[in-house]
């Protein structure tokens, strides 16, 4: 099963995909964390393309898109993958048109007030990539899965969510009219048990 989970930064869209991996063993190639994983490398490349995350503008896509079909590649991709923060902006769905068709393109839609308080507030593990809210309960700014102590990432400081969500709202709506035939749409306003309910269901039907 090949899916592309759209939505902007901080609306769930990472959590969401977890839980489709864990129950349909299909793997999140989440776009944010490979380009970090290159940018931490400190590579000429990586530097280039932390100057680009830490302003919460998009990387290009030609760069982008190397990064992506090394990653569809290998061999855990075989039997399909979940696309988190792929494609962007509507060049990029042509760019992947042309290596792949997609079962499915889950929306994930939350208010644009909420998410930039879901981000102010989101708060990352440098050592396992967790990530935790500073507003849940029984938050203590460390790790919940391996103690070490939580940062903020420089892209989710006020100024850098205002650019991110700007690039989501300019970009948005040429993807959704893209894949309309495709499309399942879900709110994450409730709980991400509540936002999965609905997607485990209809990625049930897509697998009967
Ligand atoms: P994310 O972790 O998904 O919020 O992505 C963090 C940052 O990585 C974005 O603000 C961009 O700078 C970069 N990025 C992630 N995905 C893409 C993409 N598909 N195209 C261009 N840049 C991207």
Do not use: W
Not at 65 to 91: A, M
Not at 126 to 132: A, E, L, S, Y
Not at 187 to 208: H, R
């Amino acid at each position: 099963m090949k899916l592309i989970l759209l939505g902007a930064a901080g609306s769930g869209k990472g959590t969401l995909a977890k839980k489709i991996t864990r129950d349909f063993g299909i793997p999140q190639l989440s776009m944010g964390d490979m380009l970090r994983d290159i940018a931490s490398s400190g590579s000429e490349l990586g530097k280039k393309i932390g100057e680009y995350q830490n302003k919460g503008i998009l990387v290009p896509s030609d760069v982008v898109f190397e990064v992506l079909k090394e990653r569809l590649s290998q061999k855990d991709c075989e039997n399909g993958y979940i696309l988190d923060g792929f494609p962007r902006t509507i060049d990029q769905a042509h760019l992947l048109a042309k290596v792949t068709e997609v079962d499915a393109v889950i929306s994930v839609e939350l208010a644009f007030d909420e998410i930039e308080r879901r981000l102010a507030a989101r708060r990352t593990c440098p050592k396992c990539g967790d990530i935790d809210n500073a507003n849940y309960e029984g938050f203590t700014g460390n790790c919940r899965k391996c103690q070490t102590p939580l940062f903020q990432r420089d892209d989710d400081k006020p100024e850098a969510i205002r650019t991110r969500l700007e690039v989501y709202k300019q970009n948005i709506t040429p993807l959704i009219n893209f894949y309309g035939d495709r499309l399942f749409k879900v709110s994450s306003a409730g709980s991400p048990d509540e936002t999965y309910k609905p997607v485990y269901d209809f990625l049930k039907t897509l697998e009967a």
